[in-house]
């Protein structure tokens, strides 16, 4: 593997602290899902990072495949659970629009984004 790109975080207090990014362009209250304090939860931030991601991975996809649709989002929506085993895991479901492609080719440009 070939690292493109490498960057770093810092948290302090857990759900209940403030993370940052360790070149201080980004800091943010932490706060558990439902609580009434401002700031945000980490799986909101991971939705946010998910969701750029994969949209991005489909407009390279559709460049490299020459084709053009008129319009896309990502939609991420991720769910903390608690497993049998008693740990945590996460609940990740993806949500694609994509305008102006026909069907089969907008299923085709999906998983050549997942590949990305």
Do not use: W
């Amino acid at each position: 593997m070939k690292i493109l790109y490498k960057t770093s975080a810092t948290a302090t207090g857990g759900r209940s602290g403030v993370s940052k990014l360790d070149d201080d362009s980004f800091e943010v209250n932490i706060v558990p899902p439902g609580s009434k304090r401002e700031g945000v939860n980490p799986e909101q931030l991971f939705a946010i990072g998910y969701s750029a991601c994969f949209d991005n991975a489909m407009l390279l996809a559709a460049q490299r495949m020459k084709l053009a649709p008129t319009a896309s989002s990502t939609t991420i929506e991720v769910g903390l659970a608690q497993l049998e085993s008693g740990g945590y895991g996460l609940d990740v479901d993806l949500y694609a629009n994509i305008a102006g492609l026909p069907e089969a080719d907008a299923h085709a440009l999906l998983e050549a984004a997942h590949k990305v």
